[in-house]
């Protein structure tokens, strides 16, 4: 119990670098972007390429592979995303499930279907773990995954709270109009925001391919995690991003107690309940409380005789 | 120097559209550097818009604007913060989840650098000091509309556009900004949307008003007599749907 506890902790850093970023695309593009699993599935492949094919050592890889992605975002805001942006609110659904299927399919013509692991090319870090009292094992990478996503967004929260940068984030994300009229510009911002969340993607697919296998086709349940992870902690907060990667890891780790192929419906389920709890939460203080809410339902016959 | 004695802000023939509607129906105006002018007219006369086109929110479909003799009609509204021109908007549109000192900052970290820091905007504005680590979405209107005035100094700018200033406001609070508002004549070219007549003709060196985006009548309020202004807003009044908003 309490090691799958610690487990589905740890976890949960690695949901939540996964989900920063598609918060981060929505709360301020307003940009909702379905290929951000399979950005995340790119930047897996990419650094397996650069370790298996291009002998780069494992860091460098991940370093190149940052950097890579955050040009990619940047150009994808700059060249797709802000034309899609201006075509209403459909377009950019559509141009991002196109752009996942093509993703998809081109990372299956140039890097082939194979499941494949940066496991083996990170020495003994793959199966190295500390001994806890009370007989617990935790494996090290787990750490130190869960120490580089608390690190990462942690600096994100500094950048976003502290900085004339994340000051011209946070305006245009409330008001852009607004914005350009102290002199931000919000296309830039936007781009900005933009290579930031895809690298954010790109880390959790390195993640990923750290702790486990990644093909081309892994990036749509990836999407689902990192949706599941912004819905239970709340749109637009970094905190609330790590905490919904927290919960959601350690839902799994506890549904696998139950059953192994329980583990992810779990995490759907309590996904599910919070988004219910959320939209009654809403209904509710329209209504003026639970009490009120409770009593509209009930008494719906009265209601209407009322009226009527 | 040269650049000063060029008129503020000139616009020529300027046509702004609503989709199919004429909101300014080619509109020419030049605004001297320091003049302090009083935009007075209906609602959905135009003025609103005309202020969002000066500012670059809204695009100019025919015409040009020059500010100090330079095009900027084509320029964002970002790029035009930086050449001098500050609006504070209708409705104020502060960042409600930031704090005031931030709120301020932002403008200041992205606007032109000159004499308008924080601590002389405080200056200029006493009541926006208490306020300065709360959270501008809590304001009243009248604290609202001080940061928002404050937000539009602090760019530094050459021409100030303040839209609908004592719009929704108590008229302690009125009384409180033009007040501080009057420090400012002299310093800067002050364009003011004003609904209450009297006190547009007491502040304001000029008075335009507006009706269905055409101007109707540009004087001074030492020349203009009161009767000549109703007429200008009232004929046109009656001859449209009486607005809501």
Known sequence: ?308 | MTSAQKPALTLTDLVGRHGQLQAIKGLSLTVEPNEVLAVIGANGAGKTTLMRMIAGLHPVAEGGILLHGAPVTTMPAHERVKAGIALSPEGRRLFGDMTVAENLMIAAENGRKGDWTLSTVCDAFPQLTPLLGRLAGGLSGGQRQAVAIGRALISNPSVILLDEVSLGLSPAAVEGLYESLAGLKGQVTLIVVEQDLTRAMGFASRLICIAEGVLELDGTPATLSRQQITDAYFGIHKAEEPSHA
């Open chain 1, 1 to 308: 119990m309490l090691d799958s506890l610690i487990q589905g902790i740890l976890l949960g850093g690695y949901y939540a670098v996964l989900a920063a970023g598609l918060s981060l695309m929505f709360g301020v593009v307003r940009f909702i972007n379905l290929a951000h699993g399979d950005m995340a599935v790119l930047g897996a492949l990419g650094s397996l390429w650069l370790v298996q094919s291009a002998g780069v050592v494992v860091p460098l890889a991940i370093v190149i592979t940052l950097i890579g992605m955050a040009a990619l975002g940047w150009l994808m805001q700059r060249f797709i995303f802000e034309r899609a942006l201006a075509g209403g609110f459909l377009i950019p659904i559509l141009t991002t499930i196109g752009l996942g299927a093509a993703l998809q399919n081109g990372m299956f013509a140039a890097f082939g279907s194979n499941t494949q692991s940066l496991g083996a090319h990170i020495g003994n870090l793959s199966w190295s773990s500390w001994q806890l009292p009370g007989g617990i094992i935790v494996g090290q990478l787990p750490v130190y995954m869960f120490a580089t996503a608390v690190l990462v967004l942690g600096s994100l929260h500094l950048l976003l709270t502290r900085t004339a940068f994340g000051r011209a984030v946070r305006s245009t994300s409330t008001d852009a109009e607004a914005a350009s009229l102290c002199g931000v510009d919000p296309r830039k911002v936007h781009r900005w925001a933009a290579a930031i969340a895809v690298a954010l993607a790109g880390l959790a697919g390195i993640f990923l391919a750290m702790r486990a296998q990644v093909t081309p086709f892994s990036g749509p349940m990836m999407l689902i995690f990192a949706f599941e992870a912004v819905v239970i902690g709340g749109i637009g907060s970094l905190r609330g991003t790590l905490i919904g990667g927290i919960v959601l890891g350690v839902v799994q780790a506890l549904g696998a107690l139950i059953s192994p192929q329980i583990s992810i419906l779990a995490g759907h389920l309590v996904f599910l309940a919070v988004l219910g709890w959320r939209l009654m939460h809403v209904a509710a203080s329209e209504r003026g409380g639970w009490r009120a809410a409770l009593k509209a339902v009930f008494n719906k016959p009265d209601l209407s005789r009322s009226q009527a």
